[in-house]
Each structure stands twice: as C-alpha cells, then as structure tokens.
C-alpha cells in the first residue's frame, strides 16, 4: 500500500514561488508514474503536472506551463513540484498521486490511484 504525504503548501503572495513536496513512504517509489493535481473550492480537480517512473518524461496542464516544473527522486522517495510566479489562479489543495508505470502520462484522475491528503497552497495579492 503506497503512502503519499504532501507538505510545503503555505501563504504567499503573487509572484512568488514554492516548492510542495510528495513524500512517499513504502516500497517502489520508482516502479510508477506520479503526479500532481489541484481543486479550488467548488471546482473539480485539475491536472497540474506528471513525471514518468524514471523521471525522463514531464507533462503539464496548460495553466502552469512554464511556471512550475515536477521532479522526481527516487532515492529518497520523494517528488516535488516546483511553483514559480504564483497568480491568483493557482490557490488550491494540491495532491500528488501515483499511475501505472508507463511512457504516456495521463491527465485524468481517474488513471491515478493512491493520493495523498493534500496541501493547501494560497496566494495573497
């Protein structure tokens, strides 16, 4: 059973950056694809970016090209998303989640099974 824990959410203000980690305890932290989504109250939850297994493959929602950047360790389990010039469209509970291993990165949620609780991220203007 594949354990994600999310932290590094936070307060800041627009332009900013921050960098959310994914920690993911028990085994075979390199065997899957991982990725990171978002949802806003009373809205649905959104593709944020995903990175292979192997960390060779990124893929991101069209919101945050270019801003935020995911990687992956796999030596310490743990994946980040980087944010960077934070606007007053990114505020959300960000979750990271796990996909099957594989060199299509998928959008959907319903591709990813275990997810974490979430992070709250806000940005002030």
């Not at 007053?88 to 099974?113: F, H, K, M, Q, W």
Request: neutral net charge.
């Amino acid at each position: 059973q594949k354990h994600l824990v999310e932290s590094g959410g936070g307060v800041v203000q627009v332009g900013d950056s921050l960098r959310l980690a994914c920690d993911a305890s028990g085994l075979g932290f390199d065997n899957f694809n991982l990725g990171w989504f978002r949802q806003a109250p009373g809205k649905e939850r959104e593709f944020v970016a995903a990175i292979t297994w192997n960390g060779y493959l990124t893929k991101y929602g069209e919101s945050v090209e270019g801003r935020f950047a995911v990687s992956k360790d796999n030596a310490k389990k743990i994946s980040y998303l980087q944010m960077n010039s934070l606007n007053p469209e990114d505020p959300a509970v960000y979750y990271c989640a796990t996909a099957i291993s594989e060199l299509l990165l998928r959008v959907r949620r319903g591709n990813y099974d275990s997810w974490g609780q979430g992070t709250q991220v806000t940005v002030s203007s």
